[in-house]
C-alpha cells in the first residue's frame, strides 16, 4: 500500500505516454520522466518537479490532460500537487515549496507569483524551450497587430455601439453580457481593425490574460492539419487554454467545413463555460449567415451583436485627419474634404485613395492641390462606383452660395437658407437613389411632402426665372464634374 503513489504514477504515466502518441515521445520524455511522485494523501497525488519553470510548462501546455489522467487514476476528486525543487544548487536539503494544481483549466501563471527568483546569481539554468523538439512555442503568439489600436479607431455614429462594447468586454473580458461579442459590417467598415483592437486593450489592462486572434480560414486549415497529423486533440486542448479568443470572418465556414464548425462549437462551449471571451466577426448579420451550423449560430445569439455602418462624412474627414496625422502628412482642408465627399464606400477605399494621392505626388514630386486630387480621386473613382451622394450635393450648393455647409440643418427661414435647402433637395431627387423620406431626413430633417414641395418649386423658378435657370444649370455642371 505503501507504494501506491508509485503504482497510480506509473499507470498515469502509461496514459499519458499513449495519448501524446510517438510523435512527441520527445515531449514526453522532457517533461514527464522527470516527474516523480512522493505521495498520495487520499486522492491527491503529490509529484515533484525539477524547477517553477517546469511546473509553470506543464500547467501550460498538459493540464487537460494531467487532470483527465488523474480522475481516471483517482475518481472525479482526483487532484494533482506539486512540489517544486527551487534551487538546485544546494546540493543538501533542497527548499521544497508545493502548490496545487490550478483550477483555471490553463494559461500561463506570470512568473511573479512564484516566491522563488529565477535567475539568482545567474547560477540557474532555465531549460530554453525552443531548442527541446517536438514543442514548438513557449508562449501563445495572439497574432495581434500592433497598429490596429482602440485610440486609432476613430468613433462615429456609424460604429459608437461596437466601440463602446469593444471597450467594456476589454475592460472586463468573459465578465459582460457582451459574449460572444459579434461583430458585422460590410468589408472595409474596420471589424478586423476593431476586433484586434479589443485584443490589444485587453492585453493592456489585463497583461495576465492570453490572447489570440485567428481568421476562420486559418483555423480551418489548422484543424485540417491536426487531423492529418492526428493531433486534433493538441489542436482543441490549444484553443481551449486561450482566455481572449477572436475568430475573423466567420462568414467564411458558410456552407462548408462542417467538421471545423463542430470543432470550433464544441470549443467555443468550453470557453464560454470557463467565462472566457470570445470576439467574432463576420461580413453579414447573423440572420443572413446561410450555411453555419444552426447550433453555431444559435450560439452565436447568446451575446451581443454590434454593427459597423459606413461612416458619414464628418466621420470621413476625422479618419483621413488621424491617417495623415500617423503619418506625419500635411493636406489642405479642401483637399481632405474633396476626399471625403467623394469617397463614401467604406474606409478602406477611403484609405486607398489618400495612399494613392500620397504616393503620386511623391513619385511626381507634385505639391497636393485640389487639382491633382480631383484627378487622382477621379480616376480612383471611376474604376470603383462613383455615387454622388446628399452630403456631397449640400456641398456643392453650400459652396456655390457661399454657405457653411451645416447652413442646410438649420431650422432658419432666411431665404438664402431656404434655397439651398431646396436646392439640395431637388438634386438629391435628381441624382441619388434616395427616397422621398431619406432625402427630407437628411436636409434639415424635413418630411417627404416638403421635399416634393421643393422639388416642384425649383422645377417652376427654372422655368419662370432667368437667375434660377442659371444657378440650377451652373450647379448641375459642377455636380457632373
Ligand atoms: P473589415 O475587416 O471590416 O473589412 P478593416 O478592419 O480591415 O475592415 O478596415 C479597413 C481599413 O479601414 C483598415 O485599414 C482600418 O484601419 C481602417 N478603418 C476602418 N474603420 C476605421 C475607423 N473607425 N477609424 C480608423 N480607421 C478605420
Ligand atoms: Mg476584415
Known amino acids: 500500500?505503501?507504494?501506491?503513489?508509485?503504482?497510480?504514477?506509473?499507470?498515469?504515466?502509461?496514459?499519458?505516454?499513449?495519448?501524446?502518441?510517438?510523435?512527441?515521445?520527445?515531449?514526453?520524455?522532457?517533461?514527464?520522466?522527470?516527474?516523480?511522485?512522493?505521495q498520495l494523501e487520499g486522492t491527491t497525488l503529490l509529484v515533484q518537479v525539477p524547477s517553477p519553470f517546469f511546473y509553470e510548462w506543464i500547467e501550460e501546455h498538459y493540464i487537460d490532460l494531467l487532470k483527465r489522467v488523474i480522475r481516471m487514476q483517482l475518481g472525479p476528486n482526483g487532484m494533482l500537487k506539486y512540489s517544486i525543487v527551487v534551487d538546485?544548487?544546494?546540493?543538501?536539503?533542497?527548499?521544497?515549496?508545493?502548490?496545487?494544481?490550478?483550477?483555471?483549466?490553463?494559461?500561463?501563471?506570470?512568473?511573479?507569483?512564484?516566491?522563488?527568483?529565477?535567475?539568482?546569481?545567474?547560477?540557474?539554468?532555465?531549460?530554453?524551450?525552443?531548442?527541446?523538439?517536438?514543442?514548438q512555442k513557449t508562449r501563445v503568439n495572439s497574432q495581434l497587430s500592433p497598429n490596429y489600436t482602440l485610440e486609432n479607431f476613430v468613433e462615429g455614429d456609424c460604429n459608437r455601439l461596437a466601440r463602446s462594447a469593444g471597450y467594456a468586454v476589454a475592460e472586463k473580458p468573459g465578465q459582460t453580457a457582451f459574449n460572444p461579442m459579434l461583430l458585422h459590417g460590410n468589408v472595409g467598415l474596420g471589424k478586423t481593425h476593431l476586433a484586434n483592437a479589443i485584443g490589444l486593450k485587453t492585453k493592456q489592462l489585463h497583461p495576465d490574460k492570453t490572447v489570440l486572434y485567428v481568421t476562420s480560414e486559418q483555423f480551418m486549415q489548422q484543424f485540417a492539419e491536426a487531423g492529418r497529423?492526428?493531433?486534433?486533440?493538441?489542436?482543441?486542448?490549444?484553443?481551449?487554454?486561450?482566455?481572449?479568443?477572436?475568430?475573423?470572418?466567420?462568414?467564411?465556414?458558410?456552407?462548408?467545413?462542417?467538421?471545423?464548425?463542430?470543432a470550433f462549437f464544441h470549443v467555443f462551449n468550453r470557453l464560454h463555460q470557463r467565462g472566457c471571451q470570445i470576439i467574432i466577426t463576420s461580413d453579414k448579420a447573423p440572420g443572413d449567415l446561410q450555411g453555419l451550423e444552426p447550433r453555431l449560430l444559435n450560439r452565436l445569439k447568446w451575446g451581443l451583436s454590434a454593427d459597423l455602418q459606413a461612416p458619414d462624412v464628418e466621420t470621413r474627414k476625422r479618419i483621413l485627419r488621424q491617417k495623415l496625422q500617423n503619418d506625419g502628412i500635411d493636406m489642405s482642408d479642401e483637399v481632405i474634404e474633396y476626399i471625403a465627399y467623394n469617397i463614401n464606400a467604406n474606409v478602406r477605399e477611403l484609405e486607398g485613395a489618400l495612399i494613392s494621392l500620397i504616393a503620386q505626388s511623391s513619385?511626381?514630386?507634385?505639391?497636393?492641390?485640389?487639382?491633382?486630387?480631383?484627378?487622382?480621386?477621379?480616376?480612383?473613382?471611376?474604376?470603383?462606383?462613383?455615387?454622388?451622394?446628399?452630403?456631397?450635393?449640400?456641398?456643392?450648393?453650400?459652396?456655390?452660395?457661399?454657405?457653411?455647409?451645416?447652413?442646410?440643418?438649420?431650422?432658419?427661414?432666411?431665404?438664402?437658407?431656404?434655397?439651398?435647402?431646396?436646392?439640395s433637395m431637388y438634386f438629391a431627387k435628381k441624382i441619388t437613389k434616395s427616397s422621398l423620406a431619406v432625402i427630407g431626413a437628411q436636409c434639415g430633417n424635413k418630411d417627404h411632402a416638403t421635399v416634393l414641395h421643393a422639388c416642384?418649386?425649383?422645377?417652376?423658378?427654372?422655368?419662370?426665372?432667368?437667375?434660377?435657370?442659371?444657378?440650377?444649370?451652373?450647379?448641375?455642371?459642377?455636380?457632373?464634374?
Open 456 to 481: 416642384k418649386q425649383i422645377e417652376n423658378l427654372r422655368q419662370t426665372d432667368r437667375y434660377m435657370r442659371k444657378m440650377v444649370d451652373e450647379l448641375e455642371k459642377k455636380l457632373a464634374e
Open 88 to 135: 538546485q544548487t544546494i546540493p543538501t536539503d533542497p527548499m521544497v515549496t508545493t502548490l496545487p494544481s490550478s483550477q483555471r483549466s490553463s494559461t500561463r501563471n506570470p512568473l511573479t507569483d512564484l516566491p522563488v527568483n529565477l535567475n539568482r546569481d545567474g547560477s540557474r539554468d532555465i531549460p530554453n524551450p525552443f531548442v527541446i523538439p517536438g514543442i
Open 1 to 38: 500500500m505503501e507504494e501506491d503513489y508509485k503504482r497510480v504514477w506509473a499507470e498515469c504515466l502509461e496514459v499519458i505516454k499513449d495519448t501524446l502518441g510517438p510523435e512527441n515521445r520527445k515531449a514526453f520524455d522532457t517533461w514527464f520522466t522527470p516527474i516523480v511522485p512522493l
Open 229 to 262: 497529423a492526428g493531433t486534433t486533440n493538441d489542436f482543441i486542448h490549444f484553443y481551449e487554454m486561450i482566455d481572449v479568443l477572436i475568430v475573423d470572418d466567420i462568414q467564411f465556414w458558410s456552407g462548408k467545413a462542417p467538421k471545423t464548425q463542430e
Open 363 to 423: 513619385f511626381n514630386r507634385k505639391q497636393i492641390t485640389l487639382d491633382l486630387t480631383k484627378q487622382m480621386i477621379d480616376k480612383y473613382v471611376q474604376n470603383t462606383t462613383r455615387e454622388i451622394t446628399i452630403d456631397y450635393i449640400q456641398k456643392v450648393v453650400c459652396d456655390y452660395l457661399e454657405l457653411p455647409v451645416d447652413a442646410i440643418q438649420q431650422t432658419s427661414r432666411k431665404r438664402e437658407i431656404v434655397q439651398a435647402r431646396q436646392l
